[in-house]
Nanobody, 120 residues
Framework: QVQLVESGGGLVQPGGSLELSCTAS????????MAWYRQAPGKERELVAR???????MYQDSVKGRFTISRDDAKKTVALQMNSLKPEDTAVYSC??????????????WGKGTLVTVSS
């Protein structure tokens, strides 16, 4: 089994910054794609950003130029630096990882999420 634990959420004013972090632990041979999703109240969960094991990144249009995703494979972490935050960024942010648990077994895992509230 693999566990993903997020940290770094909280309350921030519009225009402010937050950095989210997610650490993976458990039976891990390697980690392929890692990503951050978010779900705002009353809305569907949406992909915010993802990063492959080769370091290739992809962002949702609404966060391009404001958010940066990064990973540290030695520490098994993925981070999301969020700048110029807007009230519409308010959501529960969840970490996702596509994990190779053994040479032959793969699994997709989610963290429980961390709340980000952007409000004055």
């Amino acid at each position: 089994q693999v566990q993903l634990v997020e940290s770094g959420g909280g309350l921030v004013q519009p225009g402010g910054s937050l950095e989210l972090s997610c650490t993976a632990s458990g039976r891990i041979f390697s980690i392929n794609t890692m990503a951050w999703y978010r779900q705002a109240p009353g809305k569907e969960r949406e992909l915010v950003a993802r990063i492959t094991d080769a370091g290739r990144t992809m962002y949702q249009d609404s966060v391009k130029g404001r958010f940066t995703i990064s990973r540290d494979d030695a520490k098994k972490t993925v981070a999301l630096q969020m700048n110029s935050l807007k009230p519409e960024d308010t959501a529960v942010y969840s970490c996702y990882a596509d994990v190779r648990e053994t040479f032959f077994n793969f699994g997709a895992y989610w963290g429980k999420g961390t709340l980000v509230t952007v409000s004055s």
